[in-house]
């Protein structure tokens, strides 16, 4: 199975695809679409969007997972993050993948056992955990923890329904 993790932002959207297997997981591809930032705001979400169909179109994931966005002081930018993350999330809706989403605090918990983890922490557990990840970027270390969070709350949600289901 295939997982796209994404981490939003306007400027710059991190993306990773991990191959799950089991409890095993393996780095398949991470990047970063960037948009922009001379262009129209309509224009950024645009290449945000075609970015991102490019991503799901080489890859092919299964399903998707986009980290939650926290609230800004500045409110234009809050509001401007909110637009592009409902790129993120249509993107691999139009696709067809089903699409998760995870608090920040969520991520760190299940990639460094703490939801206070620095982002340094975290680009290392992520590099650890996958060694093959190239991790070009802050937002797709970011993007390819999403994905292991969501790999791992995957596995859980089976092996409860599996549980329930012989009890």
């Not at 994931?61 to 409902?86: C, D, I, M, W, Y």
């Not at 605090?105 to 955990?129: D, E, F, N, P, Y």
Request: hydrophobic content about 45%; aromatic content about 2%.
């Amino acid at each position: 199975m295939r997982v796209l993790g994404l981490d939003p932002g306007l400027r710059n959207t991190g993306w990773g695809v991990i191959e799950v297997d089991g409890n095993r997981m393996r780095a398949v591809a991470d990047g970063t679409v960037r948009s922009d930032e001379r262009c129209s705001l309509a224009e950024r979400l645009g290449q945000l969007y075609e970015g991102l169909e490019r991503v799901i179109a080489d890859l092919n994931p299964h399903e998707a997972a986009v980290e939650e966005t926290f609230v800004n002081k500045n409110p234009a930018s809050t509001l401007k993050l909110g637009q592009a993350r409902g790129v993120v999330l249509l993107a691999p809706a139009r696709a067809g993948l089903p699409v998760c989403e995870y608090q920040p605090s969520l991520v760190k918990k299940a990639v460094v056992g703490t939801g206070r983890a620095a982002k340094q922490q975290m680009g290392m557990m992520v590099k650890a955990i996958l060694p093959g990840a190239t991790c070009d970027s802050a937002d797709s270390a970011d993007a390819l923890a999403v994905a292991i969070c969501h790999a791992h709350f995957r596995a859980s949600r089976i092996a409860m329904a599996v549980a329930g289901g012989a009890a």
